[in-house]
Protein backbone atom coordinates (compact mmCIF):
# COMPACT_ATOMS: atom_id res chain seq x y z
CA UNK A 1 0.00 0.00 0.00
CA UNK A 2 1.21 3.86 -0.57
CA UNK A 3 2.83 5.04 2.16
CA UNK A 4 2.76 9.26 3.04
CA UNK A 5 6.36 10.13 3.08
CA UNK A 6 8.39 13.69 3.81
CA UNK A 7 10.34 14.52 0.68
CA UNK A 8 12.96 16.98 -0.17
CA UNK A 9 12.20 20.53 -2.00
CA UNK A 10 14.43 20.09 -4.85
CA UNK A 11 14.97 19.44 -8.79
CA UNK A 12 13.77 16.00 -9.20
CA UNK A 13 14.06 16.37 -13.45
CA UNK A 14 15.85 18.91 -15.53
CA UNK A 15 15.24 18.50 -19.32
CA UNK A 16 17.54 21.08 -21.38
CA UNK A 17 17.08 21.64 -25.07
CA UNK A 18 15.68 18.37 -25.92
CA UNK A 19 14.98 17.59 -29.57
CA UNK A 20 12.83 14.83 -30.91
CA UNK A 21 13.09 14.24 -34.56
CA UNK A 22 11.51 12.27 -37.06
CA UNK A 23 12.36 11.13 -40.62
CA UNK A 24 9.56 11.39 -43.51
CA UNK A 25 9.19 11.25 -47.16
CA UNK A 26 8.67 15.01 -46.65
CA UNK A 27 11.85 16.00 -45.19
CA UNK A 28 13.19 15.76 -40.96
CA UNK A 29 10.31 16.75 -38.72
CA UNK A 30 11.36 18.47 -35.31
CA UNK A 31 8.88 17.45 -33.28
CA UNK A 32 10.79 18.35 -30.06
CA UNK A 33 12.99 21.05 -30.84
CA UNK A 34 14.95 22.30 -27.61
CA UNK A 35 12.53 22.01 -24.93
CA UNK A 36 13.67 22.81 -21.22
CA UNK A 37 11.75 23.04 -18.17
CA UNK A 38 12.10 21.29 -14.87
CA UNK A 39 9.67 19.88 -11.95
CA UNK A 40 11.09 20.26 -8.66
CA UNK A 41 9.76 17.14 -6.16
CA UNK A 42 6.19 17.18 -5.13
CA UNK A 43 5.46 20.16 -7.60
CA UNK A 44 3.22 19.96 -10.62
CA UNK A 45 4.04 21.21 -14.06
CA UNK A 46 1.30 21.66 -16.39
CA UNK A 47 2.03 21.52 -20.36
CA UNK A 48 -0.83 23.09 -22.21
CA UNK A 49 -0.86 24.11 -25.97
CA UNK A 50 -3.00 22.64 -29.20
CA UNK A 51 -2.69 19.23 -30.70
CA UNK A 52 0.21 18.89 -32.69
CA UNK A 53 2.51 21.20 -30.96
CA UNK A 54 4.27 18.47 -29.05
CA UNK A 55 3.14 17.78 -25.72
CA UNK A 56 2.91 14.00 -25.60
CA UNK A 57 6.10 13.76 -28.00
CA UNK A 58 7.97 15.01 -24.85
CA UNK A 59 6.66 12.87 -22.86
CA UNK A 60 7.41 9.93 -24.65
CA UNK A 61 10.50 11.43 -25.01
CA UNK A 62 11.33 11.31 -21.74
CA UNK A 63 10.32 7.52 -21.17
CA UNK A 64 12.32 6.81 -23.63
CA UNK A 65 9.50 5.27 -26.00
CA UNK A 66 9.75 8.05 -29.16
CA UNK A 67 8.57 5.24 -32.14
CA UNK A 68 11.74 4.01 -33.92
CA UNK A 69 12.74 3.63 -36.40
CA UNK A 70 11.37 7.06 -38.06
CA UNK A 71 12.00 9.02 -34.35
CA UNK A 72 14.96 9.58 -32.67
CA UNK A 73 16.26 12.01 -30.09
CA UNK A 74 18.35 14.09 -31.69
CA UNK A 75 20.17 15.79 -28.59
CA UNK A 76 19.82 17.00 -25.10
CA UNK A 77 19.67 15.95 -21.69
CA UNK A 78 17.14 14.75 -19.33
CA UNK A 79 18.28 14.15 -15.53
CA UNK A 80 16.38 12.26 -13.69
CA UNK A 81 17.79 12.92 -9.57
CA UNK A 82 20.82 13.89 -11.26
CA UNK A 83 21.03 10.76 -13.89
CA UNK A 84 20.97 11.81 -17.77
CA UNK A 85 18.31 8.88 -19.16
CA UNK A 86 19.37 10.04 -22.31
CA UNK A 87 22.93 7.86 -21.68
CA UNK A 88 20.84 4.98 -20.09
CA UNK A 89 20.52 1.24 -22.50
CA UNK A 90 17.03 0.01 -22.93
CA UNK A 91 17.40 -2.23 -20.52
CA UNK A 92 18.15 0.42 -17.98
CA UNK A 93 15.28 2.44 -19.05
CA UNK A 94 13.44 -0.32 -19.05
CA UNK A 95 13.58 -0.56 -14.85
CA UNK A 96 13.18 3.09 -14.53
CA UNK A 97 10.09 3.10 -16.54
CA UNK A 98 6.72 2.01 -14.28
CA UNK A 99 8.77 2.00 -10.95
CA UNK A 100 10.68 5.48 -11.12
CA UNK A 101 8.20 7.23 -13.31
CA UNK A 102 4.83 5.74 -14.75
CA UNK A 103 2.78 7.31 -17.32
CA UNK A 104 -1.12 7.91 -18.28
CA UNK A 105 -2.12 7.72 -21.11
CA UNK A 106 -4.65 9.02 -23.17
CA UNK A 107 -7.28 6.74 -23.93
CA UNK A 108 -6.99 3.53 -21.43
CA UNK A 109 -8.95 0.93 -24.00
CA UNK A 110 -6.04 1.38 -25.95
CA UNK A 111 -3.62 0.92 -23.54
CA UNK A 112 -4.93 -1.88 -21.53
CA UNK A 113 -4.40 -5.54 -23.36
CA UNK A 114 -7.96 -6.90 -23.76
CA UNK A 115 -7.03 -10.52 -23.34
CA UNK A 116 -5.83 -10.30 -20.21
CA UNK A 117 -7.97 -9.18 -16.94
CA UNK A 118 -7.17 -6.03 -15.01
CA UNK A 119 -5.61 -8.16 -11.80
CA UNK A 120 -3.34 -10.35 -14.58
CA UNK A 121 -2.09 -6.28 -15.65
CA UNK A 122 -1.64 -5.14 -12.47
CA UNK A 123 0.02 -8.32 -10.94
CA UNK A 124 2.56 -8.18 -13.59
CA UNK A 125 2.82 -4.41 -13.35
CA UNK A 126 3.95 -5.16 -9.78
CA UNK A 127 6.13 -8.06 -10.28
CA UNK A 128 8.15 -7.41 -12.88
CA UNK A 129 9.97 -4.72 -11.03
CA UNK A 130 10.58 -7.43 -7.71
CA UNK A 131 7.78 -4.91 -5.69
CA UNK A 132 5.99 -7.96 -4.84
CA UNK A 133 5.75 -11.32 -5.90
CA UNK A 134 3.12 -14.20 -5.00
CA UNK A 135 -0.12 -14.04 -2.84
CA UNK A 136 1.28 -10.45 -1.59
CA UNK A 137 1.44 -9.22 -5.11
CA UNK A 138 -2.50 -10.04 -5.89
CA UNK A 139 -2.87 -7.89 -2.32
CA UNK A 140 -1.36 -5.50 -3.31
CA UNK A 141 -2.89 -5.05 -6.58
CA UNK A 142 -6.35 -5.31 -5.11
CA UNK A 143 -5.30 -2.60 -2.32
CA UNK A 144 -4.18 -0.38 -5.23
CA UNK A 145 -7.21 -0.65 -6.77
CA UNK A 146 -9.38 0.42 -3.70
CA UNK A 147 -6.44 3.20 -2.89
CA UNK A 148 -7.99 4.37 -6.23
CA UNK A 149 -11.88 4.16 -5.39
CA UNK A 150 -13.03 1.46 -7.42
CA UNK A 151 -15.92 -0.28 -5.63
CA UNK A 152 -15.48 -4.39 -4.99
CA UNK A 153 -11.76 -4.71 -6.06
CA UNK A 154 -11.38 -8.66 -6.20
CA UNK A 155 -13.91 -8.36 -8.78
CA UNK A 156 -12.41 -5.88 -10.84
CA UNK A 157 -9.54 -8.17 -11.06
CA UNK A 158 -11.37 -11.03 -12.38
CA UNK A 159 -13.12 -8.38 -15.32
CA UNK A 160 -11.36 -7.39 -18.66
CA UNK A 161 -11.21 -3.92 -19.66
CA UNK A 162 -14.25 -4.05 -22.17
CA UNK A 163 -16.17 -4.82 -19.01
CA UNK A 164 -15.80 -1.22 -17.30
CA UNK A 165 -16.60 2.07 -18.00
CA UNK A 166 -13.90 4.61 -18.97
CA UNK A 167 -14.24 6.29 -15.39
CA UNK A 168 -13.22 2.92 -14.19
CA UNK A 169 -10.51 1.85 -16.95
CA UNK A 170 -8.91 5.46 -16.36
CA UNK A 171 -8.54 4.59 -12.49
CA UNK A 172 -7.43 1.31 -13.31
CA UNK A 173 -4.26 2.96 -15.29
CA UNK A 174 -3.96 5.03 -12.03
CA UNK A 175 -3.70 2.06 -9.94
CA UNK A 176 -1.01 0.46 -12.18
CA UNK A 177 0.62 3.69 -12.82
CA UNK A 178 0.96 4.28 -8.94
CA UNK A 179 1.28 0.39 -8.14
CA UNK A 180 5.22 0.68 -7.55
CA UNK A 181 5.22 4.32 -5.78
CA UNK A 182 7.05 6.60 -8.94
CA UNK A 183 9.06 9.58 -8.02
CA UNK A 184 7.47 10.84 -11.03
CA UNK A 185 3.89 10.50 -12.90
CA UNK A 186 3.48 11.90 -16.45
CA UNK A 187 -0.67 12.38 -16.95
CA UNK A 188 -0.98 12.64 -20.76
CA UNK A 189 -5.12 14.30 -21.11
CA UNK A 190 -5.96 11.72 -18.63
CA UNK A 191 -9.55 13.24 -18.88
CA UNK A 192 -9.70 12.50 -22.47
CA UNK A 193 -13.40 11.59 -23.59
CA UNK A 194 -14.61 11.45 -19.94
CA UNK A 195 -17.85 13.52 -18.79
CA UNK A 196 -17.45 16.28 -16.62
CA UNK A 197 -18.48 14.77 -13.23
CA UNK A 198 -15.84 11.77 -13.84
CA UNK A 199 -13.35 13.99 -15.18
CA UNK A 200 -13.53 16.11 -11.70
CA UNK A 201 -13.55 12.86 -9.83
CA UNK A 202 -10.03 11.48 -11.45
CA UNK A 203 -8.16 14.70 -11.50
CA UNK A 204 -8.86 14.83 -7.11
CA UNK A 205 -7.60 11.42 -6.78
CA UNK A 206 -4.54 12.69 -8.59
CA UNK A 207 -4.27 15.67 -6.17
CA UNK A 208 -4.81 13.26 -2.93
CA UNK A 209 -2.66 10.48 -4.53
CA UNK A 210 0.33 13.27 -4.90
CA UNK A 211 -0.42 14.39 -1.05
CA UNK A 212 -0.06 11.36 0.09
CA UNK A 213 2.78 9.81 -1.77
CA UNK A 214 4.92 13.33 -2.43
CA UNK A 215 5.43 12.61 -6.24
CA UNK A 216 5.96 14.93 -8.76
CA UNK A 217 3.32 15.13 -11.81
CA UNK A 218 3.76 16.26 -15.40
CA UNK A 219 0.24 17.17 -16.62
CA UNK A 220 0.17 17.37 -20.49
CA UNK A 221 -3.75 19.23 -21.29
CA UNK A 222 -4.88 21.31 -23.90
CA UNK A 223 -7.82 22.57 -21.09
CA UNK A 224 -6.56 25.93 -18.88
CA UNK A 225 -9.28 24.77 -16.68
CA UNK A 226 -7.77 21.72 -15.35
CA UNK A 227 -4.19 23.47 -15.45
CA UNK A 228 -5.95 26.09 -13.09
CA UNK A 229 -7.14 23.70 -10.68
CA UNK A 230 -3.82 20.91 -10.58
CA UNK A 231 -0.84 22.29 -11.24
CA UNK A 232 1.71 24.84 -9.33
CA UNK A 233 3.72 26.02 -12.43
CA UNK A 234 2.85 25.81 -16.57
CA UNK A 235 5.08 25.70 -19.77
CA UNK A 236 2.46 27.03 -22.61
CA UNK A 237 3.94 25.04 -26.03
CA UNK A 238 3.87 25.95 -29.26
CA UNK A 239 5.39 24.62 -32.60
CA UNK A 240 7.58 22.28 -30.63
CA UNK A 241 9.17 24.42 -28.40
CA UNK A 242 7.89 26.40 -24.88
CA UNK A 243 7.00 29.82 -25.43
CA UNK A 244 6.16 31.15 -21.78
CA UNK A 245 6.48 29.35 -18.90
CA UNK A 246 5.63 30.48 -15.31
CA UNK A 247 3.37 30.08 -12.04
CA UNK A 248 -0.31 29.31 -12.55
CA UNK A 249 -1.24 32.22 -10.74
CA UNK A 250 1.03 34.71 -12.98
CA UNK A 251 -0.05 33.05 -16.01
CA UNK A 252 -3.75 33.53 -15.24
CA UNK A 253 -3.25 37.19 -13.98
CA UNK A 254 -1.27 38.22 -16.85
CA UNK A 255 -0.57 35.81 -19.85
CA UNK A 256 2.34 37.52 -21.94
CA UNK A 257 3.09 35.77 -25.25
CA UNK A 258 0.39 36.59 -27.99
CA UNK A 259 -0.53 32.50 -27.99
CA UNK A 260 -0.78 32.12 -24.60
CA UNK A 261 -3.18 35.75 -25.00
CA UNK A 262 -5.05 34.01 -27.50
CA UNK A 263 -5.99 30.60 -25.76
CA UNK A 264 -7.19 32.54 -22.71
CA UNK A 265 -9.42 34.91 -25.22
CA UNK A 266 -11.10 31.93 -26.76
CA UNK A 267 -12.37 30.40 -23.56
CA UNK A 268 -16.11 30.68 -22.77
CA UNK A 269 -17.59 33.03 -20.01
CA UNK A 270 -20.30 34.37 -18.75
CA UNK A 271 -18.99 38.27 -19.57
CA UNK A 272 -18.89 37.11 -23.09
CA UNK A 273 -22.69 35.53 -22.95
CA UNK A 274 -24.35 36.40 -26.56
CA UNK A 275 -21.10 37.40 -27.89
CA UNK A 276 -18.98 35.16 -30.72
CA UNK A 277 -15.70 33.51 -29.13
CA UNK A 278 -12.43 34.93 -29.99
CA UNK A 279 -10.46 32.71 -32.23
CA UNK A 280 -6.74 31.72 -32.97
CA UNK A 281 -6.96 32.62 -37.12
CA UNK A 282 -4.59 29.31 -38.83
CA UNK A 283 -3.24 26.21 -37.61
CA UNK A 284 -0.22 24.73 -36.05
CA UNK A 285 2.50 24.56 -38.90
CA UNK A 286 3.42 21.02 -39.77
CA UNK A 287 6.83 20.25 -38.03
CA UNK A 288 8.63 19.66 -41.38
CA UNK A 289 8.00 23.30 -42.29
CA UNK A 290 8.10 25.42 -39.07
CA UNK A 291 8.27 28.62 -39.76
CA UNK A 292 12.30 30.43 -39.90
CA UNK A 293 12.20 32.80 -36.78
CA UNK A 294 9.04 33.40 -34.66
CA UNK A 295 7.17 30.16 -34.98
CA UNK A 296 3.68 31.63 -33.99
CA UNK A 297 4.51 34.85 -36.50
CA UNK A 298 2.13 33.30 -39.27
CA UNK A 299 -1.35 33.54 -36.21
CA UNK A 300 0.18 36.42 -34.37
CA UNK A 301 -2.19 40.21 -34.29
CA UNK A 302 0.77 41.66 -33.14
CA UNK A 303 3.45 40.86 -35.93
CA UNK A 304 5.43 43.31 -37.53
CA UNK A 305 8.44 42.32 -40.54
CA UNK A 306 11.45 41.51 -37.80
CA UNK A 307 9.29 38.66 -36.33
CA UNK A 308 9.46 36.47 -39.67
CA UNK A 309 13.23 37.55 -40.07
CA UNK A 310 14.47 36.85 -36.78
CA UNK A 311 14.30 34.48 -34.01
CA UNK A 312 12.96 35.63 -30.54
CA UNK A 313 14.70 35.29 -27.57
CA UNK A 314 13.44 32.85 -24.70
CA UNK A 315 13.72 35.19 -21.83
CA UNK A 316 13.96 39.07 -22.79
CA UNK A 317 14.58 42.21 -20.80
CA UNK A 318 11.18 43.16 -20.50
CA UNK A 319 9.70 40.22 -19.62
CA UNK A 320 9.26 39.04 -16.13
CA UNK A 321 9.43 35.81 -17.00
CA UNK A 322 10.42 33.49 -19.70
CA UNK A 323 8.45 34.42 -22.77
CA UNK A 324 9.60 33.99 -26.61
CA UNK A 325 8.60 37.04 -27.83
CA UNK A 326 10.02 40.09 -29.60
CA UNK A 327 7.24 42.30 -27.98
CA UNK A 328 9.73 42.02 -24.59
CA UNK A 329 13.04 42.81 -25.97
CA UNK A 330 14.25 46.22 -25.72
CA UNK A 331 17.40 45.41 -28.40
CA UNK A 332 14.68 44.92 -31.32
CA UNK A 333 14.72 48.38 -32.34
CA UNK A 334 11.97 48.61 -34.49
CA UNK A 335 9.54 46.94 -32.43
CA UNK A 336 6.06 48.33 -32.61
CA UNK A 337 5.67 50.88 -30.06
CA UNK A 338 4.43 49.35 -26.39
CA UNK A 339 1.22 51.01 -25.47
CA UNK A 340 -0.84 49.74 -28.64
CA UNK A 341 -0.34 45.87 -28.26
CA UNK A 342 -0.40 46.78 -24.13
CA UNK A 343 -3.69 48.47 -24.04
CA UNK A 344 -4.95 45.90 -26.11
CA UNK A 345 -3.87 43.03 -23.86
CA UNK A 346 -5.43 45.18 -20.96
CA UNK A 347 -8.61 45.34 -22.62
CA UNK A 348 -8.88 41.93 -22.68
CA UNK A 349 -7.61 40.54 -19.66
CA UNK A 350 -9.95 41.38 -17.26
CA UNK A 351 -12.55 38.82 -20.07
CA UNK A 352 -9.46 36.31 -19.89
CA UNK A 353 -9.48 36.16 -16.03
CA UNK A 354 -13.30 36.10 -15.86
CA UNK A 355 -13.19 33.21 -18.70
CA UNK A 356 -10.55 31.05 -16.54
CA UNK A 357 -12.31 31.50 -13.49
CA UNK A 358 -15.89 30.19 -14.85
CA UNK A 359 -13.93 27.26 -16.98
CA UNK A 360 -12.73 26.31 -13.54
CA UNK A 361 -15.80 26.26 -11.90
CA UNK A 362 -17.14 23.91 -14.56
CA UNK A 363 -14.50 21.83 -14.79
CA UNK A 364 -14.60 21.06 -10.47
CA UNK A 365 -18.60 20.91 -10.39
Not at 313 to 325: N, Y
Amino acid sequence: MIQSAPFPSQTLLQVEELRTHFNTPRGVARAVDGVSFQIERGQTLAIVGESGCGKSMTALSLMGLVPEPAGYIENGRVLFDERDLLDLTWEQMRDIRGRDIAMIFQEPMTSLNPTFTIGTQLIEAIQIHGTANGEEARRRAEGMLAHVELQNPAQVMRQYPHELSGGMRQRVMIAIALANEPKLLIADEPTTALDVTVQAQILNLIRRLQRETGMSVLLITHDLGIVAEMADRVAVMYAGQIVETTSVRDLFHRPLHPYTQGLFASLPARARRGHDLATLEGVVPEAVAWPPACRFEPRCPFRWETCARVAPKFQPAEAPWPTRCHLYDPEIADRPMRGTPRSQQQVARDLETAAAAAHTTEVAS
